[in-house]
């Protein structure tokens, strides 16, 4: 009969323990597994916890796959913590009183925020951060909070004042040590640093402690008084100041402990009662150490599932404390010993004021690396950190990891051996990701996590691994169908270097022979010459030569409906329209006997029009002001908003005008997909902003701008590109970031996964921070585009050439036909 | 080459009518023609210049729609593709190319 198993709490390091124990067969007969945790949800990936603020969803962070709990026949138990251990007895007894009895037991309990003894901590508006209860609290509160602090500088800190900042409060963060990060960061590094954040509107107070929470008549926190005196506007005061091991059920069952807490084991992870092993941060190894840290409790949980399984004999001897400070603006990473000193290490150091970057190695005197600090610019981490400790001097110049990017290609992953572990948080090494490549061939970075699980703990590695696919020769095969072997984002290049103008040179330039395309390449080039129209001289996607690329919707400028007709949907920008408009569309409505409904994207669609009727009823809204709203084009459809300032209690900014204008400045931009936006007056979200590609959120200092938000099939919560930016600033940034998923992104590829693959990393590099120098230019072709817009409808009634082929029949006038297959025409078309 | 021809289509009861010129047909464009009897044809011009003509309904989903469909080149053969839901028709054969069960009727064309 099997054994059971129990697991005190189900967080990071207790599901890599399931899943170690599944990797090993474990529950097939031998182990059978009890999970009894406190928190409400199943386990999730805390180390990314601030992602919930700026979009991300509670199952987007859920660890375990859906069916894995189940198809192990784990049984979990949520919301009920274990109160009492019995060694004795071997039985554990939840706060809810059930006691399970054991064979073996884990304690995964983790640690708590400590919150420094504090007068008025405990106040309302006082929080702590490591649960998505936690994140779920501040956000509530935030909302109507207009300034917060942060009780601690360093990595957990940082990320909460981040976070804070986010949300639209004012943010500060109080430090008692005279540097932020002081664990891992050097002077040189935490002043670097210092200005960062400062460059982010967050103010820093360091070499002072809190000394009381101030608080309002109804108690609740207004200020906090610093220990020099000094007090700071504090509506919500986040306590950051360092965790403590959860070890008080081995404490209360006589389990040796150590001296500054944490459950003692051995370098099997066993306790002092050898049916009793401890992982995780609620541990103290064997080496004296309480890690902090992801990686150390996933490599205890190997060594566990080893031991229960009888499995090779890997043991924990202890860890590096590598770390990387997720902070959007903020590019930090401590590794290896960067305190390493003595008389024969070397210290390599640059440093440039100006861009707040300092970078520093250090070095022993047989030119191994000891360890190193980047600030400003990390993107050497991955390929420093298996270095770090190694036994091997470092394979290039030192100077050459640190020097600018541009400067000198840095030496990539290919200089390191294959046993050196490129991805410390699962411990993958660099020859375990070749063969990955190799034998499944591999060729991107979700299919490296999928197969290795590197890169799915910390990230940090991802920058590594790539260059192992760079340097594997990996070229994904992204040739577009059997006419071409170019992907969309390299046609468009081809088109636009060759200023190509038909689908016949781009085939004759660039094809794989044959004498026409296909569904699949026909219309990516009609959105292409569309696209770049305005730099090619074209100007209507209806012209001869590009009537043929286009899909049924449009070449109809209407979308197609099951039964053959179309569908009209005039643009309503921003969801605003007068009372005269509305008259309009109902009277077209009840004229042409269309069927008229609300849409999910706040505005009206006509249903039921044929094809040959859709130039008069186009004559009659163009002429009422209306225009073609592009629900039939890979382009932008609507830009939702909230009522927002103008009348809303809430509102801090003028969320209507602002859709309005987005709208009109990026109508009819063909794009890979089509394009949502969406602009919310205030962060309780009417608009639903986080669910569109572009989504705009009032703060009280301006807007915050998210991207790659998605409903449908693959709902995702869009992410944070920018915050507090000024109405022109906010535009630009939207200017670049849609020109450059335009010029990069793959056929049918909304932003949400464009961003998933070019990595929101990357692509705020190039749209925030014109890492690549192409601001200026994306910023002219939005400019054109905006120049050249004309309303496609109008251009159609314009044109009799065109409305031509909006006639049934080449062969037959339409008045003279009996239309067989379609509804027929209303009375009121007829008195018309 | 200036090609003046009418393009004639041969109907289900073996009448030959006149649709258009072979001008008004664009290449890799389709068309629709209204014949006798209320039968529909969809006309196509290839990019190399042939001619083909097959029924304009979408066996699939019922809707006189194929003229309006995306033409292509499918290992050399001529197609055309349903705008509802893009199943491939070789324009020779009007055979079906997802589901060979399933075919347009073609109408012989000729040029005079
Ligand atoms: C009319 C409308 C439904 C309604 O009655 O409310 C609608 C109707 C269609 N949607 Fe939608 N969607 C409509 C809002 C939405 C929304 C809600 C929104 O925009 O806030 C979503 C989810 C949000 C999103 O896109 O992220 C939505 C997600 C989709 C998807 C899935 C996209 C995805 O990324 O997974 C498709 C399929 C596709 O585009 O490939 C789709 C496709 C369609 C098509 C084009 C299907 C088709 O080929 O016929 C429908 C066209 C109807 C027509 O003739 O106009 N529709 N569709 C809505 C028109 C909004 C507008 O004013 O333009
Ligand atoms: C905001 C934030 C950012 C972080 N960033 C990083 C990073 O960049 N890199 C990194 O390496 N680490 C980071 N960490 C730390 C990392 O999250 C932890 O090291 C990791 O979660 C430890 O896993 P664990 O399983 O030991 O503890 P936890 O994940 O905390 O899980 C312990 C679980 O046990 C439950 N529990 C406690 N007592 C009981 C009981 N009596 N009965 C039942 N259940 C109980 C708790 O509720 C909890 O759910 C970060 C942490 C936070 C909060
Ligand atoms: S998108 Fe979905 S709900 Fe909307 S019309 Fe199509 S199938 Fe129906
Ligand atoms: S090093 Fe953390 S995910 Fe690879």
New interface residues.
Partial sequence: MAQTLVVVGHGMVAQRLLEALAERGAFTGAWRAVVLAEERRPAYDRVHLSARFTGTSPEQLTLAEDDFLERHGIELHLGDPVAALDTAHRTVTTAGGRTVAYDALVLATGSYPFVPPVPGADSPGCFTYRTLDDVDAITAYAGAARSGVVVGGGLLGLEAAGALRSLGLRTSVVEFAPRLMPLQLDEGGAAALRGAVEGMGIGVYTGVGANRVETDADGTARRLRLSDGRQVDADLVVFSAGVRPRDRLAREAGLLVGDRGGVAVDRWCRTTDPAVYAVGECAQTCDGQVYGLVAPGYRMAEVVADRLCGTGGSSFEGSDTDTKLKLLGADVASFGDPFAAGARTVEVQFSDSGSGVYKKLVLGADGRLLGGILVGDAAAYGLLKPHAGADRPLPAAPESFLLPAGAEAPPGADLLPDEAVVCSCHNVTKGAVRAAVAEHGLTDLAGVKRCTKAGTGCGGCAGALQSLLDAAGVEPRRGLCEHFELSRAELYQAVRAGRLTSFAAVLAAHGTGGEDGCTVCKPVVGSLLATLGPELGLTHILDPGQRGLQDSNDRYLANLQKDGTYSVVPRIPGGELTPEQLIVIGEVARDFGLYTKITGGQRIDLFGARAEQLPAVWRRLVDAGFESGHAYGKSLRTVKSCVGSRWCRFGQGDSVQLAIDLELRYRGLRTPHKVKGGVSGCLRECAEARGKDIGVIATANGWNLYVGGNGGTTPRHAELLAADLSTERLLRLTDRFLMYYARTGERLERTAAWLERLGTDHVRRVVVDDAEGLAAELEAQADRHAAGYRDEWEAVLADPAKLRHFAPFVNAPAESVAFLNSPAPTPALQEH | MHRTEQVQVRTTAGEW????SYE?L????G????LPE?E?AA?FR???GQVHAVGN?DPF?????IA?????????V??V?S??H?Q?FDLRTGICLDDPEVALPVLPVRLL
Wanted: proline content about 10%; charged content about 15%.
């Fill in positions: 009518v006149t649709v258009c008004e664009e290449p890799a464009c068309v629709a023609a209204l209320g529909q006309v290839t990019p190399g309904r989903s019922g809707a006189d729609v309006d469909g995306i033409t292509g080149s499918v290992d050399g001529p197609t593709a705008p509802m893009k491939t």
